[in-house]
């Protein structure tokens, strides 16, 4: 039986690059996991007689307790000295990540996601969000940061902002040490408040340093909210983006359906993407008077999306109950 290693949050080894990958996927068991390898066929395992097998004991059940134990074995080792390549290759396929990533040759679970975090420093989970929001009209996340971020003559209001917000985080939750924020650590309850020349303004009690931040932000932000101009706020998609958005998810949570089984880890996925379907929908109606099939040319609409099969559109015509 496998167990987690006490330190779990231990990427160095290999069983918790695993563990990680299995929980993140909706599987908790190795159990689980063969089940799902032997289903979709990322590991044979081959059978020598069909005799030696007790009839109340399937192929398939002597298949699963094989890799089962495969898995089992992995999820003990500190290292990938045991990870044969069939595995490894499984893996690889049903998590979605890069076999370098399993190897402990790069942190991130992707060569992409690693550029992306070599480059910018931010999280695995943080580019996960990004990329999701990149793909949703809601909630701006990209925009938002994309102007933050650009330089300009509100630059320095900007990373002040950026500045605050993670001491007013932390003042939030009685953290008594602000060295990491650049605010001078603290030998009891108060905090001096100096100016840009470091003359004493006065004592400020700690619990009432997360009001003083949220000052400071809510002015920063009614200033820079006046600086915001229209070709920095998202613009509005057109017909055929929505289409191609909606005919995206509607492909996407027709493959879920298809290979549901009881619990499966993709279904918060599906009714997310379920959500945002019926709002592209809407936005159909409201954004562009489309309330009759009739009011969308999808000849254009394959002319711009030529990946699209007639099959797919007419799947999208099928859903699009005006």
Not at 62 to 68: D, H, N, Q, T, Y
Not at 216 to 235: A, F, G, H, P, V
Not at 248 to 255: G, S, T, V
Request: proline share 2%.
């Amino acid at each position: 039986m496998a167990f987690k290693s006490e330190n779990h949050e231990d990427m160095s080894l290999f069983k918790n690059r695993l563990w990680k990958l299995m929980e993140n996927s909706g599987v908790f068991t190795a159990k689980g996991l063969a089940k799902k390898l032997y289903k979709e066929k990322l590991v044979i395992v081959k059978h020598r007689d069909t005799t030696e097998y007790p009839y109340e004991r399937s192929k398939a059940d002597a298949a699963i307790g094989s890799i089962e134990k495969k898995i089992q074995t992995h999820l003990n080792s500190d290292d990938t000295s045991k990870l044969q390549g069939e595995y490894a290759k499984a893996y690889s396929t049903f998590f979605h990540c890069s076999t370098d990533y399993l190897f402990g040759n790069i942190e991130c679970t992707t060569h992409q996601k690693q550029i992306c975090k070599d480059l910018t420093g931010l999280a695995e989970d943080a580019i996960d969000i990004l990329i999701e929001s990149n793909n949703s009209y809601v909630p701006y996340a990209v925009s938002t940061i994309n102007f933050l971020l650009e330089k300009d003559s509100h630059i320095n209001d900007k990373l002040e902002l950026l500045r605050l917000i993670p001491q007013y985080i932390l003042s939030s939750q009685n953290i008594k040490s602000f060295d990491e924020c650049g605010v001078p650590r603290m030998e009891n309850k108060n905090i001096a408040l100096r100016d840009e020349y470091g003359t004493a303004l006065g004592l400020v009690p700690v619990d009432k340093m997360a009001n003083i931040f949220l000052l400071s932000i809510n002015e920063l932000l009614s200033k820079l909210k006046n600086s915001i101009s229209t070709k920095q706020l998202r613009k509005t998609p057109s017909i055929f983006e929505i289409l191609d958005d909606m005919l995206f998810d509607l492909i996407r949570m027709e493959e879920i359906r298809n290979n549901l089984d009881g619990f499966n880890f993709d279904i918060d996925n599906l009714s997310r993407m379920d959500r945002r379907f019926n709002e592209n929908k809407k936005r159909l109606v409201y954004l562009y008077d489309c309330d009759n099939i009739n009011d969308i040319d999808f000849k254009e609409f394959k002319t711009k999306y030529p990946q699209y099969s007639d099959a797919d559109i007419n799947l999208l015509k099928d859903m699009l109950d005006f």
